[in-house]
């Protein structure tokens, strides 16, 4: 019997975060509240005008549970309101793990092969944006979908999404846009085509547009003159833009929503993108280039980014080391109050004088002060002062 596109995606992601650890234990303790949460608010809405006489939770829960089990086609109808119920909730802000892949095995059983590929992606991208996945594995897991589905269709949006995770621009957006029309000319087809705002495939042809914009800004700023062409560029850009944060709140537990949103945009925009994705994953694989980001916004040098935390970030260290009355934990704290002066390390400073009241935390930054040099012993003093 041929294998279910949907039950090869499980047992994939099982071996991959099997393989992986699921990420470090670090990781997994920063990242589990928020998951948990979101999971818990799933579970106790009853979001309005979506499920008249029960709860979303369970009436998704019943439509996937029809649609994985039996492993049957399902109707247009039945089709159109869970893929309507699983966008509200993620809205909502109410994603949780492991709902990406439900709706890759609904797609698969409504014959949407290559949104259940691009669903099982948009699973495997959050896990990776959280550190749980790497790079590799991500890559190697999409490729095997091959070895399951020969079909025209998996096999175009497998291409796509590896040529976006290469950042081969030109051609991802090709790609899509090649499945988006495809999708919409096949009169074979027996679901109708559903063109979302904030699909997931558009939020990867706009991810290509926005990077192919910033390269193209590059390279204007290194021309001499500004021509129609450029002033075009530009009104694309801000319309880009525009659509980008119009999407925000379907993908704001994406790491790679903000990532992104932070490379394209500028100025305090930027920083705050920034601010969210390393909030969300503070140990992932975007937050070292968003902390840098941070810092060009403050006016420090890209290397001190490497010093930056957030202000979330600050709190939650500070509350650690209050909690548990060890001052130990505020020595992550140190390179940042090192800085020359920038809104990060002032509010770190700001933070830290709340704590002298607590035994032992003045005569921390008093020995502190006096190992170091320069402007940390500077600041160590001036906090222990009071």
Known sequence: METKLYTFLILLLMMLFSACGAGNSESRQKQSAPS???????AAQSPAGLTPGGSSASMLNSQVSSADESQTEID?????????QIAEIERSGSWFQGMALREAGIR??????????????????????????????LERGIKNVLTVKNDESVIAATNAILAFEKGRWEDAEAELSNLRHSAQQNQRAPLPFIDEPDSFDRWMMLVCSLEKNKIA??????????????????????????????????????PEYWYRGARAFSGAIAADYAENCINLAPNG??????RSIIAAFTGLKTDDGLSIKTKKEI?????????????????????????????YTIYAVSALRTTLN?????????????????????R???IGRG
């Open 315 to 343: 709190e939650t260290i500070v509350n650690q080391s209050v909690s548990s009355g060890n001052p130990q934990f505020l020595n992550s704290l140190l390179p940042l109050i090192g800085l020359p002066e920038n809104p």
């Open 358 to 378: 607590i035994p032992g935390f003045r005569d921390y930054f008093n020995k502190q002060a006096a190992s170091s040099s320069g402007r940390l012993a500077e």
């Open 380 to 382: 160590l003093l001036y």
């Open 36 to 42: 948990q949460r979101a999971g818990a608010k799933f």
């Open 285 to 290: 694989p975007f937050a070292k280039e968003c």
């Open 108 to 137: 698969e059983n409504a014959g949407d092969l290559a949104g259940a590929v691009t669903a099982a992606y948009k699973e495997l991208s959050w896990a990776y944006g959280l550190g749980f996945l790497q790079k590799d594995d």
């Open 217 to 254: 800004a590059s390279n204007r700023n290194n021309a001499s003159v500004r021509n129609d062409a450029s002033i075009r560029s530009d009104t694309s850009i801000r319309s880009d833009t525009a659509a980008y944060g119009a999407i925000r709140a379907r993908y704001a537990p994406f």
């Open 76 to 84: 247009a109808e039945t089709f159109l309101l869970t893929l309507d």
